[in-house]
C-alpha cells in the first residue's frame, strides 16, 4: 500500500464528498475534507439529497444526531450513491447506547448498501451484534477480540469495517490491517471520530480498495494529530494545529511515521 500515492490522488482529483453528518461537529467534518484538498458538501434535505450524491464521489453518513426523518434523507441519498457506484461511508454513532440508534443502523445497513461501517470499538461491536452498551458516543469495553469482530462483521455484510481506537483495525472479507498512529489529544476534542469518518470518505473517493484507503486516510489523519501534539497547549491549539498538519503533511513526514501493518 502506497499511502502518499492515494494522499497525493486525494488532492490532485479533489472530489466531492457528500455528508448527512452530525449537527455538533459537521463544521469539522467539512473542514477536515478540504484541508485535505477535496471538496465537503453538507446537503441533507430529503429534496436534493438523490441529486446531490449522484454527482458525488464519496458520500459520509453519520447517525450522531439523528432523527426518523433525517434517516430518510440518509436512505434516498444512500440509494442515489449506490446507483451511481458511490461508496458509502456511515458513521455508526452512538450505536448500543439507544434503542432507536440502533433500529436506524439496521435500516440503512438493510433498506441500502453500506461499503464502510466505522465505529468506535463498542459502537461497531453492537453492530455486529454483541450484547453491549454505549456510554453515549463514547466506546466502552468490549472484553472480545476486535479483529475477530470486524472481520466477521466485514464478511455478514460484505463490506469494509473501521473500528477506530488507541489502535485502528480496518478489515474486509479477504484482509485485515491495524493502524498505530494518532495521539491521545484526540479524545480531548469532541469531533474527531466524525472527522475520521470524513477522511475515509475522502480517500474511498479515490481508491476503489475501501480497507487500503480507510488506512491509508486514518494514517494521514493520526500523523497530523501526532505532530500538531507537538506544539499545542490543551485541546484548543491542538485542533487548529491539526488542520494546519494536515494541510502542510509532507510525503516525508507519512512516510517516515506511519505505523500501518497488515494482519
Request: proline share 2%; aromatic share 4%; with cysteine.
Amino acid at each position: 500500500m502506497n499511502i502518499y500515492e492515494m494522499f497525493k490522488k486525494v488532492r490532485e482529483e479533489a472530489p466531492l464528498v457528500h455528508h448527512l453528518t452530525n449537527w455538533v461537529t459537521i463544521y469539522d467534518c467539512a473542514n477536515i475534507v478540504k484541508v485535505l484538498g477535496a471538496s465537503p458538501v453538507m446537503a441533507h434535505a430529503k429534496e436534493e439529497v438523490a441529486e446531490m450524491s449522484a454527482i458525488a464521489s464519496a458520500l459520509v453518513l453519520n447517525i450522531g444526531t439523528l432523527t426518523p426523518e433525517f434517516i430518510e434523507s440518509m436512505k434516498i441519498a444512500a440509494k442515489s450513491a449506490n446507483s451511481h457506484n458511490a461508496p458509502v461511508v456511515l458513521d455508526v454513532c452512538g450505536a448500543g447506547a439507544t434503542k432507536l440508534r440502533d433500529d436506524m443502523c439496521f435500516e440503512l445497513l438493510n433498506e441500502t448498501r453500506i461499503d464502510i461501517i466505522k465505529g468506535n470499538a463498542s459502537e461497531v461491536a453492537r453492530i455486529a451484534g454483541e450484547r453491549i452498551q454505549t456510554k453515549g458516543v463514547d466506546s466502552t469495553d468490549v472484553g472480545k477480540d476486535l479483529i475477530e469482530i470486524a472481520r466477521k462483521l466485514a464478511n455478514e455484510r460484505n463490506c469494509t469495517v473501521v473500528i477506530t481506537g488507541e489502535t485502528d483495525i480496518i478489515a474486509d472479507r479477504s484482509k485485515a490491517f491495524k493502524v498505530e498512529n494518532g495521539h491521545e489529544m484526540m479524545s480531548h476534542v469532541v469531533g474527531t471520530g466524525c472527522m475520521a469518518a470524513s477522511v475515509i470518505g475522502t480517500f474511498a473517493a479515490v481508491e476503489r480498495d475501501l480497507a487500503s484507503a480507510s488506512a491509508a486516510g486514518l494514517a494521514c489523519y493520526e500523523i497530523a494529530a501526532q505532530l500538531a501534539a507537538v506544539d499545542s497547549n490543551g485541546p484548543g491549539t491542538f485542533k487548529e494545529l491539526l488542520f494546519d498538519n494536515i494541510f502542510n503533511l509532507s510525503k516525508d513526514e507519512i512516510e517516515k511515521l506511519q505505523k500501518v501493518t497488515q494482519i
